[in-house]
């Protein structure tokens, strides 16, 4: 069958307590019903399954709390991996990731397994990062609702039994509703990775807009207080300036000294070898100064290529993960290095190199190495950005250096004009004129880098601005053009809904024959031809529909960011009649079952329909008060 991506499939759950295994189950593409009496552990299975995809549980059971970890295996569109959480009451855990099967999992090293925060920090990227990266979600994120991480998604995709049916989302208690509607944007594919990669740079490009305006203004401060505007063409006649009040005072130093020469009986070089030997000293750090530029600056254009050569394999993999879905394994006749025939190997091998192969293998490794050469990618961009702090600081370092080096080589060609004598006290107030004029050329090259740093600030202030333009306006037309694909969204979802509502027993009026189905993410409300008040099990039943729904919508059209998941623990809720949930059961199987692509439906009852009890559709045994879901022996 097709599959759509982004697509999430869960192929096994391990529950453990003490090492001991509690639950372990196998899952598959289409329904799964988790059956079994009331208060049997039917929703604790489905909180795991929400807790180990990434989502928070605000009340775990008693019974929950026994146990200490979850592990799931996990398809994300078509990428084999392994997830695992530690159990616990309090939020916000951190999540183990495994680029392979459960089994290759366990028998692995702790070093194999990679471990992600819940939250995203400058260092670490969170665990939500790395999954939607791995179900090509991408990363979206506003100045409004912030980032979007995997339990704001779960919320749409899990209908628990503890939060309000007449709302949308799963129940959170500081809950906002930018947040809700960014999510359902998202989901519906409202805009596609341009629009968010663009809003994510507006946002960074606003921020670095911002640091270098203020930086701008405190230079601009500082200029302003020598009283005149400060440019380099005045910086040229300062220097000139200054130059030439310099060789008037090594004249009149020369004039003088040749006087004093007569009358002097003990010329001494000490003036001249102090002179040379701090300006061999100002030459030697000038020297270390600009190896060190030099370095850095070739590190970066070696850091650039590198970080290109990465961007490109990132989207190489993605590639080779596509094409490897869409033809399967590449077939060899002839070996690529030397040409010679290949005679066709044993089934499960790689014609090539022999290494055991098959599909999920393949989908492991290719799931391993995206995450790996993005997290190399990000690590290098992070490196970059620290050699690029560290050169501006070394050519700062290095033309102040330089001024320094300028200042005792005019020194040194000054006093090597003029013979010195132990007695110099004629000539101190021309010594004084001089080493006032060094400082003032000191003074002029700060104001010359000063100015340097101003225009250099206010080119990329401008560069910024119009990138800041640009984005802005692509961004303008991004929203334009997919208007209409929110609106196909959700006149899909919507006639989803209402198909499902009008082959629900007849027991809602307003349900028999609807005309329209209105719902609101950012209001987290929903309505039937303009009614929003119904019985306690019509709005059970409302919300399971809303929500399954908006799954078929998304198995029916492709550029939905919906992952084909769902889980719906609603149906029996608020007196649900036996007949009317398994009409409802029966509606999954038989809109799944139609549906043009692939997906997984994971739905717990104590009423199931006869002819769904069987392994095409049920997970596990059925369950008993005496009997749970959690076999603790």
């Given at each position: 069958?097709?599959r759509?991506?982004?697509s999430?499939m869960?192929?096994?759950?391990v529950?453990?307590?003490a090492?001991?295994?509690?639950?372990?189950?196998?899952?598959?593409a289409?329904?799964?019903?988790?059956?079994?009496e009331?208060?049997?552990?039917k929703?604790?299975i489905l909180?795991f399954i929400h807790y180990?995809?990434g989502?928070d549980?605000?009340?775990?059971?008693?019974?929950?709390?026994?146990?200490?970890?979850?592990t799931?295996?996990?398809q994300?569109s078509?990428?084999?991996?392994?997830?695992?959480?530690?159990?616990s009451?309090?939020?916000r855990?951190?999540m183990e990731?495994f680029?392979?099967?459960?089994?290759?999992a366990?028998?692995a090293?702790?070093?194999?397994w990679?471990r992600?925060?819940y939250?995203?920090?400058?260092?670490?990227?969170s665990f939500?990062?790395?999954l939607f990266?791995?179900?090509?979600i991408?990363?979206?994120?506003?100045?409004?609702?912030?980032n979007?991480?995997?339990h704001?998604v779960m919320r749409l995709l899990?209908?628990d039994?503890l939060s309000?049916?007449?709302?949308?989302f799963a129940?959170e208690?500081f809950?906002?509703?930018k947040i809700?509607?960014?999510?359902?944007?998202?989901l519906?594919?409202a805009f596609d990775?341009e629009?968010?990669?663009?809003?994510l740079?507006?946002?960074?490009?606003?921020?670095r807009?911002?640091?270098v305006?203020a930086e701008?203004?405190s230079l601009y401060k500082?200029?302003?207080?020598a009283g005149?505007d400060l440019?380099?063409d005045?910086?040229a006649?300062?220097?000139v300036?200054?130059e030439?009040?310099r060789?008037?005072v090594?004249n009149e130093?020369?004039r003088?000294?040749?006087?004093?020469a007569?009358?002097?009986?003990?010329p001494t070089?000490?003036a001249q070898?102090?002179?040379?030997l701090?300006l061999v000293?100002?030459q030697?750090?000038?020297?270390?100064?600009?190896?060190?530029?030099?370095?850095?600056?070739?590190a970066?254009a070696?850091?650039d290529?590198?970080?290109r050569?990465?961007?490109e394999?990132l989207t190489?993999?993605?590639?080779s993960?596509l094409i490897?879905q869409?033809?399967g394994t590449a077939?060899f006749t002839?070996?690529?290095?030397?040409?010679a025939?290949?005679?066709?190997?044993?089934?499960?091998?790689?014609?090539?190199?022999?290494?055991?192969?098959d599909d999920?293998?393949?989908?492991?490794?290719?799931?391993g190495?995206?995450?790996?050469t993005a997290l190399?990618?990000?690590?290098?961009k992070l490196?970059?950005?620290?050699?690029?702090?560290?050169?501006?600081e070394?050519?700062?370092?290095f033309l102040?250096?330089?001024?320094e080096?300028q200042?005792?080589?005019?020194?040194?060609?000054?006093?090597?004009?003029?013979?010195?004598?132990e007695n110099?006290?004629r000539l101190?107030?021309?010594?004084?004129?001089?080493g006032?004029?060094?400082?003032?050329?000191?003074?002029?090259?700060e104001?010359?880098?000063?100015?340097?740093v101003v225009?250099?600030?206010s080119?990329?202030?401008?560069?910024?601005?119009d990138?800041l333009?640009w984005?802005k306006?692509?961004?303008?037309?991004?929203v334009?053009?997919?208007?209409a694909r929110?609106?196909?969204?959700?006149?899909s979802?919507?006639?989803?809904?209402?198909?499902?509502l009008?082959?629900?027993?007849?027991?809602?009026d307003s349900?028999?024959n609807?005309q329209k189905?209105?719902?609101?993410?950012?209001?987290?409300?929903?309505?039937v031809d303009?009614h929003t008040?119904?019985?306690?099990?019509?709005?059970?039943?409302?919300?399971?529909?809303?929500?399954?729904?908006f799954?078929?919508?998304?198995?029916?059209?492709?550029y939905?960011?919906?992952?084909?998941?769902?889980?719906?623990d609603?149906?029996?809720?608020?007196?649900?009649?036996?007949?009317?949930s398994?009409?409802?059961?029966r509606?999954v199987v038989?809109f799944?079952?139609a549906?043009?692509?692939?997906?997984q439906?994971i739905?717990?009852?104590?009423?199931?329909?006869?002819?769904l009890n069987n392994?095409?559709?049920?997970?596990?045994r059925?369950?008993t008060?005496?009997n749970?879901?959690?076999d603790?022996?």
């Open positions: 069958m097709t759509f991506d982004p999430l869960i192929r096994r759950m529950i453990e307590r090492n001991n295994k509690v639950y372990d189950e196998r899952f598959h289409g329904v799964n019903i988790i059956r079994g009331n208060s049997s552990g929703s604790t909180n180990g995809l989502g549980v605000n009340e775990w059971s008693e019974t929950a709390l026994l146990c200490e970890r979850v799931i295996e996990v994300l078509g990428k084999v991996a392994t997830l695992s959480r530690l159990i009451a309090s939020p855990q951190a990731v680029f392979g099967n459960y089994d290759d366990v028998n090293g702790r070093s194999q990679e992600y925060p939250i995203r920090s400058q260092s670490k990227e939500s990062q790395v990266r791995l179900l090509d991408p990363e979206a994120a506003s100045e409004d609702s912030g979007i991480t995997m704001q899990y209908g039994q309000p049916v007449d709302e949308l129940h208690g809950d906002n509703s809700r509607e960014a999510v359902g944007r998202l519906c594919g990775n629009l968010y990669g663009n809003e740079e507006i946002r960074d490009v606003g921020k807009y911002d640091s305006a701008l203004n500082a200029l302003g207080q005149h440019t380099l005045w910086v006649e300062q220097r300036r200054n030439a009040e060789q008037s090594e130093l020369t003088i000294q040749k006087e004093a007569g009358q002097s009986s003990s070089l000490k070898e102090e002179t040379y701090q000293d100002k030697k750090k000038v020297a270390a100064l600009r190896e060190e530029k030099d370095s850095i600056e070739l970066m070696d850091s290529a590198f970080i050569s990465l961007e394999k190489a993999l993605k590639d993960a490897a869409e033809i077939q002839a070996c690529p290095a030397c040409y025939a290949i005679i066709a190997g044993e089934h499960g091998v790689c014609a090539l190199c022999k290494a055991p192969y999920d293998i393949a989908s492991e490794r290719i799931g190495l995206i995450n790996e190399q990618l990000r690590q290098s490196l970059q950005e620290d050699r690029v702090t560290r050169f501006a070394a050519e700062s370092s102040v250096a330089a001024s080096w200042a005792a080589a005019n020194r040194y060609t000054a006093v090597q004009k003029r013979p010195t004598n110099e006290h101190n107030e021309l010594y004084k004129r001089l006032y004029l060094d400082r003032r050329d000191e003074d002029i090259t104001k010359a880098k000063m100015i340097e225009n250099a600030l080119t990329q202030k401008r560069e910024l601005n990138r333009s984005l306006g692509q961004n303008e037309k991004l334009y053009t997919q208007r929110l609106a196909d969204a959700y006149m979802i919507s006639d989803n809904v209402r198909i499902l009008s082959k629900d027993l007849k027991r809602q349900f028999e609807p189905v209105d719902f609101s993410f950012a209001d987290n409300k929903i309505s303009g008040y119904f019985s306690a099990s019509s709005r059970a039943f409302l919300k399971s529909a809303f929500l399954f729904g799954h078929s919508a998304a198995t029916q059209k492709s939905f960011r919906h992952p084909r998941f769902v889980m719906l609603t149906i029996e809720d608020k007196g649900m009649e036996a007949p009317r398994q009409n409802f059961q509606l038989e799944s079952e549906a043009p692509s692939q997906s439906v739905l717990g009852t104590a009423m199931i329909a006869e002819e392994d095409a559709y049920v997970v596990g059925f369950y008060r005496d749970r879901s959690l603790f022996g």
